[in-house]
């Protein structure tokens, strides 16, 4: 997430409005009226675009702070590092989500700056192929991070337009439970591909082992890209042609938005918030240099900690499911936090990586349940506004 490539691209994407796109890679079908059967097709092309996503999503959570740790001999750079590689991601979208809203707002063609800083973020994984062959030492685990961080950059101008052009693919009555069956498909993806490069990642020689691990991924994510370009756009939606054809400047100026008021509810859930991430991410980052350096764990036992932890959610979301058509949504998410806080204890007070498998297992399986009730919770609290 071929220098060559990336350069290409940034120079073909500086002035996207006044250019006309005629290469396959960023072609999106737009039909004259949305078909009955237009919402299916689209539906089946998010359901295969999300697996072959999942492949690469698989490698790239479970791998980046792994393989950068590998390079490096000292605990402290290693720590240092793993932390910025969870943070940074997470300080960008902060600083960049609303700017990036806005600026695809602006924009005439939406669908290829969504699907170009898509493509960027993929294309540019070919660079952590490369950098070994170049660096292998403390150096390499640095520029490894860095463009870990660069690549991060785009991610949120795709999330929130995508999110946005889902919600005007999928009609609202069925939208809950497509969403809900990508991220099962996600999920399982996830679940079959990390023991496979798991074994892979043990018995090749690294660095070979994880540059064609990424290798593969960047090929396997090509599916995701085709699919994406599959999907049917109306020329009547925000993304469609239609609103590329009408200059921004002529449309008519948004009525001011008032501000919704910070009630008592929503101030005790963002503090609650706060406190109950707070204690769950901090120790991340530790988590990857402690399997290695201290109980000195295979990749591919890590490989499959994280498979059986995501095999985990999805049991969670079927199960939580079931269990907020009887209860409420407050009861869910103070049953399924009261769990969540043994993972760590379990991490630090026992050397049996079995123990971790199994309590990385039942964690998730919690987690879908506190993220479940809290998205209802806030949706039940808020005005459509």
Known sequence: MLRPCIGYFALWMLDCDDMSFNLSLLRTRFIPGQPGNATEANIRYLYLEIFFAGIMGAITVTYNSLFAVHFVSDPTLAAALSGILTSAPALIAILLSIPSAGFLDR???RVAWLFGSLIFIRLGMIMIVLLPFVFTDRTAAILLVAWFIVLSIPVPLFTTGFNALLAELIPQKRRAFVLSRRSIIYSLVITFTLPVTGLWLNFAPFPLNFQMVYLFGIIAVMGSQFFLHRLIIPPTSTFGSAAAASPVT????AEPKARAPLTPLFRKMLINSLIYQLG????GPLFVI???????????LISVNTAVGTFGVVFGQLLWEAVMRKRS?????RTATLGTFMFPFVVAFTHDFGLIIAANFMVNMLHPGVDLSSLNVIFSWSTPE
């Open 107 to 109: 924009k005439k063609r």
């Open 250 to 253: 002529t449309a008519a100026p």
């Open 280 to 283: 769950l991410q901090i120790s």
């Open 290 to 300: 402690y399997y290695v350096n201290t109980l000195h764990a295979s990749d591919g």
């Open 329 to 333: 949504y407050a009861w869910v998410l």
